[in-house]
């Protein structure tokens, strides 16, 4: 790119490091500047409108710019904008949310635990089950299983428990003790003629023959993502969940649901959990707690788990553990008119309405020659691309085909996520039955653009 000097993209590759990023292509390329957001379109610095159907990264799932958070935002800092958690310091803002939060979770959970990002709500769920599981005399239980493709944040100890490689390679990571068992990817790991049911079983015995050979009295527990999210928005299999939770009951391992995308009506209920009867000991969530609008985080806790740590900070004389912005209150309150906001729109009825018509919008796209599966739970969907539709095959990675469906998408005024051989999609919830057709016409466009440059059709 030839970047004008002192323009911003130019001082962008001046002065920025960016996550996620080739740093070297970067100085070529400089950067995709967006200017303003309203509703769930995004203006970038050249004026052109995209059409935003990832929600931003999962989050911002009431669109962009609101007024109304603004202003929340605005009275908060003007009443206190700063307030800290630690030694019995608290706020009203803290206080609604945790409340409001306790109504809508489960109900074996009893207390939030506020935090910044989904990589902190995790890392601080890893420190809770160590200091659970010492709290209740079994400090040999400290191994921690999560899934391949997985992705639970990018801290030390989050990305450890992140399955994958390429986070890991030369950090030095995954740290000791943070175990990976299969990712529940039927479509590409479920044998020829296996039903979902089967794979689910071979799946859970593969978790039971993990635990037992490392040994059930050094396994504190396992986290999952209900759907995962960023390998590609898949959904487990027909009774998956059920099958693992009794391995994760039989060994008496801790069960983590990290709700970070699937909280606040994602998958077509409250949340994830609910969606596949999951009962977790904690739950972390992010992203939608406050539609993006400001960063928070939560790991809500449940009674049982809770008592055992009351005695072990009593024992101890407390609990040492803290992050300075952990339950801002700006934060608090705008996560907390969000809340108002999603039950003032009924948000897990307008996800299952959407949802419906998102699949509606896919379902012809099953008949594209790239197309390979399609996967959808409430308004998340993933669709696998491949070269060959009869045998599965994928499209060699050196092809890169999900990323240019990406950048072909952006092209067409359309913002996608590609992830590995998929593409995914996670409209936000104020997002439009027309704005859905929208989406679906820019899709194909970018799919039959990929289509005739790679296939040459
Ligand atoms: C399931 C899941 N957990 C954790 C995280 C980490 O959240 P954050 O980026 O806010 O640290 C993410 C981020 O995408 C996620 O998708």
Redesign the pocket.
């Given at each position: 790119m030839n970047a004008k000097p002192n323009s911003l993209a130019a001082r962008d590759i001046e002065y920025l490091m960016h996550p996620q990023t080739n740093l070297k292509l970067h100085r070529d390329v400089g950067p995709n500047l967006v200017d303003h957001g309203g509703g769930v379109w995004i203006t970038d610095a050249d004026g052109n409108r995209l059409l935003d159907a990832m929600s931003g990264?999962?989050c911002a799932s009431l669109g962009y710019t609101s007024a109304r958070l603004a202003r929340v935002a605005f009275e908060q800092m003007q009443k206190l904008s700063y307030g800290h958690l630690y030694k019995h310091n608290s706020h009203e803002p803290a206080i609604e949310l945790a409340e409001k939060l306790l109504e809508i979770a489960p109900p074996h959970m009893s207390k939030v635990h506020f935090q910044n990002?989904?990589?902190?709500a995790?890392d601080v769920a890893i420190k809770l089950v160590w200091y659970y599981q010492n709290a209740i005399g079994k400090p040999e239980k400290r191994k921690i299983i999560s899934r391949h493709g997985a992705?639970?944040?990018?801290s030390v100890a989050t990305v450890s428990l992140t399955g994958k490689p390429d986070m890991h390679e030369k950090f030095n990571l995954p740290l000791d003790g943070f175990l990976h068992t299969d990712c529940p990817y039927y479509f590409r790991d479920g044998g020829s003629g296996e039903s979902e049911e089967a794979y689910a079983s071979r799946l859970a015995e593969n978790l039971n023959t993990l635990i037992e050979d490392e040994g059930p009295e050094t396994v504190a527990a396992f986290f999952a993502?209900p759907v995962l999210?960023?390998a590609g928005a898949i959904s487990p299999p027909a009774t998956y969940f059920e099958k693992i939770q009794a391995v994760l009951k039989k060994h008496d391992v801790l069960f983590i649901a990290?709700e970070?995308?699937t909280g606040f009506g994602r998958t077509g209920n409250m949340w994830g959990s609910e969606t596949f009867a999951l009962m977790p000991d904690m739950m972390t969530c992010?992203k939608a707690l406050s539609a993006a609008a400001l960063p928070i985080?939560a790991v809500i806790i449940s009674d049982h788990v809770y008592e055992a740590l009351v005695a072990q900070s009593d024992r101890l004389g407390g609990y040492a553990h803290g992050h300075t912005y952990a339950g801002h209150p700006v934060s608090a309150a705008v996560a907390l008119e969000v809340q108002k906001i999603y039950e003032e729109m009924d948000v897990v009825s307008v996800a299952q309405r959407l949802g419906v018509v998102l699949e509606e919008t896919l379902a012809p796209f099953a008949d594209h020659p790239m197309v390979g599966q399609i996967d959808r739970t409430g308004m998340m969907a993933g669709m696998e691309l491949v070269a060959d539709k009869d045998t599965r095959t994928a499209f060699a990675d050196e092809l890169g085909v999900p990323a240019r469906v990406g950048r072909a998408a952006r092209e067409n005024g359309l913002i996608i996520k590609s992830i590995g051989s998929r593409i995914a999609f996670a409209p936000a919830f104020v997002t439009s039955e027309e704005e859905i057709a929208e989406f679906g016409l820019r899709l194909g466009k970018a799919l039959d653009a990929v289509h005739k440059d790679v296939c040459n059709a």
């Amino acid at each position: 790119m030839n970047a004008k000097p002192n323009s911003l993209a130019a001082r962008d590759i001046e002065y920025l490091m960016h996550p996620q990023t080739n740093l070297k292509l970067h100085r070529d390329v400089g950067p995709n500047l967006v200017d303003h957001g309203g509703g769930v379109w995004i203006t970038d610095a050249d004026g052109n409108r995209l059409l935003d159907a990832m929600s931003g990264l999962w989050c911002a799932s009431l669109g962009y710019t609101s007024a109304r958070l603004a202003r929340v935002a605005f009275e908060q800092m003007q009443k206190l904008s700063y307030g800290h958690l630690y030694k019995h310091n608290s706020h009203e803002p803290a206080i609604e949310l945790a409340e409001k939060l306790l109504e809508i979770a489960p109900p074996h959970m009893s207390k939030v635990h506020f935090q910044n990002s989904g990589s902190e709500a995790n890392d601080v769920a890893i420190k809770l089950v160590w200091y659970y599981q010492n709290a209740i005399g079994k400090p040999e239980k400290r191994k921690i299983i999560s899934r391949h493709g997985a992705y639970h944040g990018s801290s030390v100890a989050t990305v450890s428990l992140t399955g994958k490689p390429d986070m890991h390679e030369k950090f030095n990571l995954p740290l000791d003790g943070f175990l990976h068992t299969d990712c529940p990817y039927y479509f590409r790991d479920g044998g020829s003629g296996e039903s979902e049911e089967a794979y689910a079983s071979r799946l859970a015995e593969n978790l039971n023959t993990l635990i037992e050979d490392e040994g059930p009295e050094t396994v504190a527990a396992f986290f999952a993502e209900p759907v995962l999210g960023s390998a590609g928005a898949i959904s487990p299999p027909a009774t998956y969940f059920e099958k693992i939770q009794a391995v994760l009951k039989k060994h008496d391992v801790l069960f983590i649901a990290d709700e970070v995308i699937t909280g606040f009506g994602r998958t077509g209920n409250m949340w994830g959990s609910e969606t596949f009867a999951l009962m977790p000991d904690m739950m972390t969530c992010a992203k939608a707690l406050s539609a993006a609008a400001l960063p928070i985080s939560a790991v809500i806790i449940s009674d049982h788990v809770y008592e055992a740590l009351v005695a072990q900070s009593d024992r101890l004389g407390g609990y040492a553990h803290g992050h300075t912005y952990a339950g801002h209150p700006v934060s608090a309150a705008v996560a907390l008119e969000v809340q108002k906001i999603y039950e003032e729109m009924d948000v897990v009825s307008v996800a299952q309405r959407l949802g419906v018509v998102l699949e509606e919008t896919l379902a012809p796209f099953a008949d594209h020659p790239m197309v390979g599966q399609i996967d959808r739970t409430g308004m998340m969907a993933g669709m696998e691309l491949v070269a060959d539709k009869d045998t599965r095959t994928a499209f060699a990675d050196e092809l890169g085909v999900p990323a240019r469906v990406g950048r072909a998408a952006r092209e067409n005024g359309l913002i996608i996520k590609s992830i590995g051989s998929r593409i995914a999609f996670a409209p936000a919830f104020v997002t439009s039955e027309e704005e859905i057709a929208e989406f679906g016409l820019r899709l194909g466009k970018a799919l039959d653009a990929v289509h005739k440059d790679v296939c040459n059709a």
